[in-house]
């Protein structure tokens, strides 16, 4: 197993790593719309869905894959009927003709409290 990490995405506090890679496949760990470099969440759901796929796209890279390379996306939602819209239109503008295997849940209670993030997303891709 290989411990995947990039100052291109934000780190977690804990002992979690950003990823790791296994025989192929690559599991990502709960993966925020934070700004890398200052942990902030942007104001907006469309513009925070934006930085949550930029940081996606970097830890890919850091583990020599892309979007196209995903499988299965596990979404969580602070508000489903509120931040969905706007989250479906960035997904499909960043992965394209691409159809991973995706689930949404509602949870009132995820990530850093002060953060206040509207999504939490946790990414199995796979790279031979």
Do not use: C
């Not at 100052?7 to 700004?35: D, M, N």
């Not at 949550?52 to 892309?66: C, H, M, R, V």
């Amino acid at each position: 197993m290989q411990v995947v990490h990039t100052a291109q995405a934000p780190a977690h506090t804990g002992p979690v790593p950003q990823a790791v890679k296994a025989r192929g496949w690559i599991y990502i760990s709960a993966l925020f719309g934070a700004e890398p470099d200052t942990g902030i969440i942007p104001d907006t759901a469309a513009d925070e869905a934006e930085q949550l796929f930029t940081n996606l796209e970097a830890i890919l890279a850091a583990a020599d894959a892309t979007l196209t390379d995903v499988v299965r996306v596990g979404i969580v939602m602070r508000a489903l009927d509120r931040d969905r819209p706007a989250f479906n239109t960035v997904w499909a503008s960043r992965f394209g003709d691409h159809r991973p295997a995706r689930s949404a849940i509602e949870s009132p209670a995820f990530g850093r409290a002060e953060q206040h993030a509207r999504y939490l997303l946790e990414v199995t891709a796979y790279r031979p």
